[in-house]
């Protein structure tokens, strides 16, 4: 059985810091590119990050450019998000996601899912 856990959200003011982590099982993470997306109340799931299978290329979204850094190891089968200087806008459910499509930031090229960690930061 597939299973993504996502872990490390909460609440911080702006301009702190959050590490989100993925933890994955059921399937041979090694093999797929990972993603992290994001969804605000009323709006679409956005990709934020992406991480081939290596761990050796990244792609960000330009909001997050320069502030997220994901990383992975494959050895513990966990994918992460290090978040610094978070703004009121990097608000929303974040979620982990496996994929075998190269460097991409649509959600529909995603197979499996994690059910998500809330962050919430307050101004």
């Known amino acids: 059985q597939v299973q993504l856990v996502e872990s490390g959200g909460g609440s911080v003011q702006a301009g702190g810091s959050l590490r989100l982590s993925c933890t994955t099982s059921g399937y041979t993470y090694k093999n797929y590119c990972m993603g992290w997306f994001r969804q605000a109340p009323g709006k679409e799931r956005d990709g934020v990050s992406w991480?081939?299978?290596?761990?050796?290329?990244?792609d960000y979204a330009d909001s997050v450019k320069g502030r997220f850094t994901i990383s992975r190891d494959n050895a513990e089968n966990t994918l992460y998000l290090q978040m610094n200087s978070l703004q009121p806008e990097d608000t929303a459910m974040y979620y982990c996601?496996?994929?075998?499509?190269?460097?991409?930031?649509?959600?529909?090229?995603?197979?499996?899912w994690g059910q998500g960690t809330q962050v919430t930061v307050s101004s």
């Open positions: 991480i081939n299978w290596a761990g050796t290329s990244t």
């Open positions: 996601a496996a994929s075998n499509v190269w460097r991409t930031l649509w959600p529909r090229d995603y197979n499996y």
